[in-house]
């Protein structure tokens, strides 16, 4: 029973660059899984966004928004949990961690612009962890850029070899559809007036007389050939290079119009698997064999009622069976917890649950123990999951208090916030608390940095850009930083726990530094 609920788990986060149509898709999803209906994926943007992205209300009115949510639905036999990664101005390194708590990554990318600056940063997670990642061309009603350049594009930029699952047949106001290149069919594109109608999908052969009825010559003549050419270049579907993120399914459609979701949401979901095997200290823990509740938090929500310091943390259940109000093992405090006010996002509410199982994400209330990348569980081997990585922030500030006498409030306020993941901090190197510069990972933490210093720990800061971009953690310790001979623009830093960091306003330096000191290793990603 339990073995079969987690078998029926997908769970996977949806990575874009801002625009490129992932709430729509996802609102799409939502749709065909019968979760919302068509009324309510009708609504102008800013309403069926809210309604379905943004539940954190209390946090909306506050001016920032740091959460991502997680929604639940059923499809085609499936439970499927979507993770939400915020965008925009959000940008934060919540959305890297929500990733981590991924199986598998579904990219969306405009047609008429192809890769981006974000898609690009978010892909660069998924491809450290090797999960599977599937590609939806959207917008295909819009004029696109050529069908080739777009996958060349994926190809060279991004480094994953692509496979056309279908192909579009044309674009904009000529888009008749796509070809089924398994089945050989042709799915005709049909008007849904925007997606106002569901839309029902007629299907043809390619070289059936039928299809040139329905396509013009000029455009079937144009898709043999293409398709002629893909057979011979494109790589062919492999499920193991898929399952090792090291081939990427590409799909096209129409989010906005409804058109290629389902045809995605069926292959997708017979080419991902259901919860994968996690490594732990004690080796890899497969859902499939430990009975046992396991789960690790990736993202810790705080101060949601500044009453009572509430936080709460999200986590990804990993094995076995949640039950509310169950006790758990925590492995990093030593002790046995009560698992309280379990929350889960159905659709479009949140609502209290009773049960969840390995491959779903649960909010728990956080008295304030937990820390991201801590394990829960109540197996007696009392393993610990891998930790979560530390996301190399891409800009930083030098911080100063208003008042200098409220030193120490600033201290306490400045460490809490880093402990939460909100921010990172750094201290210069061999010098005391005098100087400390914050690295955030999207610019609206510098703000979230600054409102929460001041309502929750009466302290003001002034913070003063600083030009570094680039971050990079000294992999070998046996380095003496002392001797460190770096580039000019180059600074020394250590983090909250002593290890050092090097600073660089420009890639170029992170070259010239690693020439001129042999032996160095630099990493993107700080392991905690
Ligand atoms: P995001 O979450 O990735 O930021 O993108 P979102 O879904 O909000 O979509 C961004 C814009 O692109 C929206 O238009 C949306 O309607 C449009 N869009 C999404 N998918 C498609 C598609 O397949 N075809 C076309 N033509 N447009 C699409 P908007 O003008 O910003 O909002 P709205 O006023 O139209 O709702």
């Known amino acids: 029973m339990m073995i ?36 309510g994926s009708v609504k102008g943007k800013a309403t069926a966004k809210h309604a379905v992205s943004d539940w954190m209300d209390i946090e909306k009115e506050r001016g920032i928004s740091v959460t991502s949510s997680v929604l639940q639905f059923q499809y085609g036999g499936c439970c499927i949990n979507i993770l939400d990664t915020p965008g925009h101005q959000d940008f934060s390194e919540d959305t890297y961690r929500t990733l981590m708590a991924a199986d598998s990554a579904v990219m969306v990318i405009d047609a008429s612009k192809g890769v981006e600056a974000q898609t690009r940063k978010l892909f660069k997670v998924c491809a450290m962890r090797h999960i599977p990642i599937f590609t939806f061309i959207n917008k295909m009603d819009r004029e696109a850029r050529d069908t080739f350049e777009l996958l060349d594009e994926i190809e060279q930029e991004l480094g994953i070899p692509t496979c056309p699952v279908n192909w579009p047949i044309g674009s904009g106001k000529q888009f008749a559809g796509v070809y089924d290149r398994a ?67 590409v799909f096209f459609g129409s989010a906005l119009m409804n058109f290629g979701v389902e045809t995605f949401l069926n292959h997708f979901l017979s080419m991902t698997s259901s919860p994968l095997p996690r490594m732990s200290d004690q080796g890899l823990v497969d859902p499939m064999e430990e009975k046992d509740f396991s789960a690790f938090v990736f993202k810790i929500q705080a101060n949601m009622n ?9 986590m990804r259940i990993c094995s076995g069976e949640f039950e509310a109000g169950m006790d758990a093992w925590h492995v990093q405090g030593g002790k046995k917890v009560r698992l309280s006010q379990p929350q889960q996002m159905m659709a479009s509410e949140r609502k209290m649950i009773d049960k969840a199982y390995g491959g779903d994400i649960i909010g728990i209330f956080d008295p304030g123990i937990f820390s ?62 005098e ?94």
Do not use: C
């Not at 594109?189 to 925007?194: A, G, L, R």
């Not at 500044?306 to 999200?314: G, L």
């Not at 911080?399 to 901090?425: H, L």
């Open 306 to 314: 500044k009453a009572h310091r509430d936080r709460i943390a999200f």
């Open 372 to 433: 991201i990348g801590d394990t829960l569980t109540s197996s007696d081997k009392k393993f610990a999951y891998e930790g979560i990585p530390t996301f190399a922030p891409e800009h930083f500030a030098r911080v100063r208090q208003v008042n200098t006498m409220k030193r120490k409030q600033f201290i306490k306020g400045i460490n809490q916030i880093a402990q939460e993941g909100a921010i990172q901090i750094f201290q210069e190197f061999n010098t005391g608390m």
């Open 435 to 528: 100087e400390i510069i914050v690295g955030v990972v999207g610019v609206l933490q510098f703000d979230v940095l600054k409102y929460r210093l001041n309502h929750e720990y009466n302290v003001e800061i002034i913070l003063e850009n600083l030009p570094y971009e680039y971050i990079r953690w000294i992999e070998n310790p046996e380095i003496n930083l002392e001797e460190l001979r770096g580039t000019s623009d180059m600074k020394k830093v250590k983090d909250l726990k002593g290890r050092p960091l090097l600073l660089f306003i420009n890639s170029w330096s992170i070259g010239m530094t690693l020439e001129r000191n042999e032996g160095l290793v630099l990493s993107e990603f700080g392991k905690s």
């Open 4 to 39: 079969n609920e987690i078998k029926k788990r997908r769970t996977f986060a949806i990575i874009s660059h801002p625009d490129a149509g992932k709430t729509t898709l996802t609102e799409k999803f939502l749709l065909y899984g019968g979760a919302i209906n068509q009324a």
């Open 183 to 249: 089945g050989k069919k042709i799915e005709l594109f049909e008007d849904t007036m925007k997606g106002t109608r569901m839309g029902t999908v007629k299907e043809v052969e390619l070289d059936s007389p039928e299809a040139s009825s329905y396509v013009s010559e000029e455009a079937l003549e144009l898709l043999k050939e293409e398709v002629e050419l893909l057979d011979g270049a494109s790589a062919a579907f492999d499920q193991e290079e898929v399952d090792a993120g090291q081939l990427s399914p």
